[in-house]
Nanobody, 117 residues
């Protein structure tokens, strides 16, 4: 059974940092692109960042550029999201996902990030 499990969320003050992790099991994703998404209360899920299978290419939403960094460790089947200079508007449930054949087919259960002002 394929599983993606996020961790590292929590409550942090504005300006603080968190590092999210996403560990995959049941299947290797070392040849697949991975992404992070988030969903705030009352809003649609939105793209945050993605990383190519090799880690050579990364993309970030404009709202997080300069503050968030995505990385991966294929040997550990893990993807990370380093979040710095957090803002209250970053409050959301954060999900990792694996892109297989052009579609984000596998999703984690999410981890809550709350940024207080």
């Amino acid at each position: 059974q394929v599983q993606l499990v996020e961790s590292g969320g929590g409550l942090v003050q504005a300006g603080g940092s968190l590092r999210l992790s996403c560990v995959a099991s049941g299947r290797s994703f070392s040849t697949d692109d991975m992404g992070w998404f988030r969903q705030a209360p009352g809003k649609e899920r939105e793209f945050v960042a993605s990383i190519s299978w090799s880690g050579d290419s990364t993309y970030r939403a404009d709202s997080v550029k300069g503050r968030f960094t995505i990385s991966r460790d294929n040997a550990k089947n893990t993807v990370f999201l380093q979040m710095n200079s957090l803002k209250p508007e970053d409050t959301a449930v954060y999900y990792c996902a694996a892109e297989v054949l052009g579609i984000y087919r596998y999703w984690g259960q999410g981890t809550q990030v709350t940024v207080s002002s």
